[in-house]
């Protein structure tokens, strides 16, 4: 079992999947720690080349390891699967876009080690990501905190995540939507694991517009309302026998195997793909 596993959700990075995968590689390798780094490149159309990015750096190094399986669901899914994918005793999920700095993925470890909380997740203290975004994220963290009370916990959907393998299990994540990192914290609270905040530079992304839209907002606030009355049904408690984690196409190992990694036309393409610089 290592002792780290990074998680980097890398849905539609494509050729800029290296950009984040090659500093953190050289960051964990220079930290002396026993790691795997597991790349989510699920997808939802074969015109998606991050399978195939993915892919070839992993053939760079048995560290890098990668889950690509055709998308049932949105960025929780994704954080699921590769968090059912990763061995490590402390686990870190980060955003494969490059607006949260790598280093803060190695921080978010340390600070599970050296804090001993079994949950510790990133607060976008310094924004650059423009004013629209920011004041979304401020009404929506403003709406959280008074419908729950999170006291201490002022950005929800702040990365990095990370926490130890018994919070993990212990937190049984179920959502498939956007409403994941709404999930782990009040199971968090539910379950009196405490949850250390620390603040993150949150970079502006040329490269791309944001997921996250007006669908996005009104799926939030249809899970916040579920969730306050009770009736959200990933926060309603269950017996153990009944969980379920998206792991159903994930080899023994836990990385997907090559049969489920992504369709034929991208695994013939996949064949002839060159590294990335």
């Not at 954080?79 to 061995?87: E, N, T, V």
């Not at 008074?146 to 994540?173: C, H, I, Q, S």
């Amino acid at each position: 079992m290592p002792e780290l596993s990074v998680v980097v959700l890398a849905y539609r990075a494509e050729e800029r999947t290296a950009d984040v995968v090659v500093p953190l590689y050289d960051l964990l390798e220079a930290a002396g720690i026993s790691y795997e780094l597991i790349v989510v490149a699920n997808f939802w159309s074969d015109d998606d080349s991050t399978p195939i990015v993915a892919a070839a750096l992993a053939r760079e190094s048995n560290a890098i390891r990668v889950v690509s399986r055709r998308k049932g669901g949105d960025m929780g899914w994704d954080m699921r699967s590769g968090l059912a994918a990763a061995g490590g005793r402390f686990l870190v999920v980060i955003d494969g876009d490059g607006q949260v700095p790598v280093e803060y993925a190695l921080e978010a470890y340390c600070r599970l080690r050296e804090s001993g909380a079994p949950i510790v997740k990133g607060r976008r203290a310094v924004r650059e990501d423009g004013s629209v975004r920011t004041v979304t994220s401020l009404c929506f963290n403003a709406l959280f905190w008074v419908l729950f009370r999170t006291r201490g916990l002022w950005d929800v959907n702040g990365r990095p995540k990370g926490m130890t393998r018994e919070a993990y299990e212990r937190l049984d994540l179920q959502t498939d939507d956007w409403f994941t990192d709404a999930e782990l914290l009040l199971k968090a609270r539910r379950l009196g694991l405490e949850v250390h905040e620390f603040p993150v530079r949150f970079l502006a992304n040329p490269a791309r517009a944001s997921f996250v839209g007006p669908a996005t907002v009104w799926e939030f606030l249809r899970n916040m309302a579920l969730a306050r009355v009770g009736l959200h049904p990933a926060l309603r408690r269950r017996p153990v026998s009944a969980r379920t984690r998206p792991a159903d196409g994930v080899g023994a190992d836990g990385a997907a195997g090559e049969s489920a990694a992504a369709p034929e036309a991208l695994r013939s393409e996949r064949a002839a793909a060159r590294t990335p610089p």
